[in-house]
Nanobody, 117 residues
Framework: QVQLVESGGGLVQPGGSLRLSCAAS????????GEWYRQAPGKQREFVAT???????NYAGSVKGRFTISRDNAKNTVYLQMNSLKFEDTAVYYC???????????WGQGTQVTVSS
């Protein structure tokens, strides 16, 4: 059974930092591209960052330079380091693992990030 367990969300002040984790089990983790998405209240889910099996990364323009995605294949975990957080980063953040061209995807349960003073 495939499981993705996210953690690390919470309440943080503007300018603060959080690190999200997504721990996977039940899959051959190093075959999957790791991605983070987020969904703010009343908005559609949007792409945040991706890391390929080879370690190449890509970011949404709104987070580039502030967020860093990484992976530890030994721990079957994808991370999202979020620095210089802004009010508009408030959302539920979802981990997504993608096999190949997207024929197989697994989503995490989501973790709430709230940026508030």
């Amino acid at each position: 059974q495939v499981q993705l367990v996210e953690s690390g969300g919470g309440l943080v002040q503007p300018g603060g930092s959080l690190r999200l984790s997504c721990a996977a089990s039940g899959i051959i983790f190093n075959l999957y591209t790791g991605e983070w998405y987020r969904q703010a209240p009343g908005k559609q889910r949007e792409f945040v960052a991706t890391i390929t099996t080879g370690g190449s990364t890509n970011y949404a323009g709104s987070v580039k330079g502030r967020f860093t995605i990484s992976r530890d294949n030994a721990k079957n975990t994808v991370y999202l380091q979020m620095n210089s957080l802004k009010f508009e980063d408030t959302a539920v953040y979802y981990c997504n693992l993608v096999l190949g061209d997207g024929a197989l995807r697994y989503w995490g349960q989501g973790t709430q990030v709230t940026v508030s003073s």
